[in-house]
């Protein structure tokens, strides 16, 4: 890792080689702010930048880790400022959970106290997208989308997630209570479709990125989705060139993705 004041270096486990993605922490973890990575052949670890070390490897994932993402800190939303009165466990859990994209397109809920096992495991991906990894994944505020960290009795549900694999990408509506036996698929929401229709051509997601605004400002509610798309690998996929879109995320309920105009399907060729 490196950033303009210093760089850092942290030894993965066993043979890491390439690592896929690394997403820091919203808020302290602890006495420390940690790093969630995937790594190609170390899985998902925790680390420690302050101390340079790897702290936990989680384990019981039956496959492989793709990409991460942390669920936003609780004290970044709306919601925080009715909660101050209540017992932390209700409205900090959010701060220790994590989703985590896997192979064969699955997710898993991961909480950092508890890295023996998931908390729970889900296959999301539509049926034509065979046995592809969910290439990105990010966790969305509860303000954009329906996202519940813990439901009242204090089990865990699914958070909101954006998502992707290189034929599309969708959201996954929150609220699903996600506890129990974590080696057997939860049930999960129907995906509501985010792309603006190259998946079903020979254009291919190549990357998948989020932006909130912050909680209680202007904006507040509404996100931001960035798609880029490349031609496929078919004989079909050689005459396009790459392409970007923009969209307005939780706008309206009806509709999970809105194109902003002028800012959609701008081709670079």
């Known amino acids: ?8 270096r942290i030894r993965l486990p066993g043979i890491p080689g390439i690592v896929l993605d690394l997403q820091l922490s919203p808020a302290p973890a602890g006495p420390s702010r940690l790093a969630a990575v995937a ?29 991460c993402s942390w669920l936003p800190s609780a004290s970044a939303t709306p919601q925080a400022a009715h909660a101050a009165s209540r017992p932390a466990t209700a409205t900090s ?31 999301v991906l539509p049926r034509q997208c065979g ?14 989308a329906a996202t519940t960290a813990t439901t009242g009795a204090g089990g865990v549900c699914w958070p909101s997630v954006a998502l992707c694999c290189n034929k599309g ?8 209570t996600a506890e129990g036996n974590p080696g057997v698929d939860s049930a999960v929401p129907n995906l509501l479709p985010l792309d603006g229709g190259y998946g079903a051509g020979s254009m ?8 909130c605004a912050g909680a ?18 078919g004989p079909l996929g050689g005459g396009a060139g790459p392409r970007h879109e ?15 105009v002028g800012q959609t399907r701008m081709s670079l060729t």
């Open 1 to 8: 890792m490196v950033s303009p004041e210093c760089s850092i």
């Open 39 to 67: 790594a190609f052949g170390s899985g998902l670890c925790l680390v420690s930048p302050q101390s340079d070390t790897v702290v936990a490897t989680f384990g019981g994932l039956q496959y492989r880790p793709y990409s």
């Open 93 to 123: 859990a959010g701060e220790h959970l994590l989703v985590a994209g896997l192979e064969k397109g699955h997710l898993a809920l991961l909480d950092i106290r508890r890295t023996d096992r998931p908390v729970a495991l889900a296959s």
């Open 131 to 144: 046995l592809l990894p969910v290439r990105t994944v990010a966790a969305l505020p509860p303000d954009v």
């Open 169 to 176: 990408a969708w959201l996954l509506p929150g609220g699903a």
């Open 204 to 211: 291919q997601i190549e990357s998948l990125a989020v932006h």
């Open 216 to 233: 209680g400002g202007e904006g507040a509610g509404i996100g931001r989705i960035a798609l880029s798309w490349r031609p496929g690998d």
């Open 246 to 260: 923009i969209g307005l995320l939780g706008a309206d309920p009806r509709t999970p993705y809105k194109h902003e």
